[in-house]
Each structure stands twice: as structure tokens, then as C-alpha cells.
């Protein structure tokens, strides 16, 4: 199993900047895919953005190209999200899963999930 919790919400004002944390354990943690997703009320889950562990190989979401950038740092079995230039549409909870997915933003094809944080941008 892996296990990932996110975390590093929180309420920022519009054109702010907030970086995510997803800490990840477990047996295969060290080959899998990490995917960042976020889900709004009454909207469907998207995929953000995704690493994978093993060639550090990115994926985003169209919508958040050029201003977030997902990285590692494998010492300290963490995954970032870095989020600049924050919107309100960015509001959301976003949470982190791990797998080994042929489609990096799409979450079905995501195993393991941990609990979301909330982020919240004021307009």
C-alpha cells in the first residue's frame, strides 16, 4: 500500500500564491505516480497536475499551466504543488493520490488516496 496526506491549504487573496505538501509512505511509494486533484462544489473532480517518482516526468491541467508546478523532493518522501497567480475559480479541496495510471490526470486510475486540504482564494 501508499499512503499520502495533504496538506498546506488555506485562504489566500486573489494573485497569491500557496504551496501544497503531499507527504508519501509506504511499499511502493518509491515507483509510483503522484497526482494532485482538486474538486469545487457541485463540480467534478479534476486532475491538476501529476510526477512520476521514478523519471520525475510531468502532466498538468490546461487551466493551471504556467502557474503551478508540481515537484519532489524524494528525501523527504514529500510532493509539492506549488500554486502562483491563484484564482477564485482555484477554490477547491485538493487532495493527492498515488498510483501507476496510463492516464496521469485522470483520478480513477488512482489507488491510493489520503484526505483533501481546503484552499480558498478571495476575489
Known amino acids: 500500500d501508499v499512503q499520502t496526506v495533504a496538506s498546506g491549504g488555506g485562504l489566500v487573496p486573489a494573485g497569491g500564491s500557496l504551496r501544497l505538501s503531499c507527504a508519501v509512505s509506504?511499499?511502493?511509494?518509491?515507483?509510483?505516480?503522484i497526482g494532485w486533484f482538486r474538486q469545487a462544489p457541485g463540480k467534478e473532480r479534476e486532475g491538476v497536475a501529476s510526477?512520476?517518482?521514478?523519471?520525475?516526468?510531468?502532466h498538468y491541467a490546461n487551466s493551471v499551466k504556467g502557474r503551478f508546478t508540481i515537484s519532489r523532493d524524494n528525501a523527504k518522501n514529500t510532493v509539492y504543488l506549488q500554486m502562483n497567480s491563484l484564482k477564485p475559480e482555484d477554490t477547491a479541496v485538493y487532495s493527492c493520490a498515488s498510483g501507476w495510471p496510463t492516464l496521469p490526470l485522470l483520478g480513477d486510475e488512482y489507488d491510493y488516496w489520503g484526505q483533501g486540504t481546503q484552499v480558498t482564494v478571495s476575489s
Open positions: 510526477i512520476k517518482s521514478s523519471d520525475g516526468f510531468t
Open positions: 509506504g511499499f511502493r511509494a518509491g515507483d509510483s505516480t
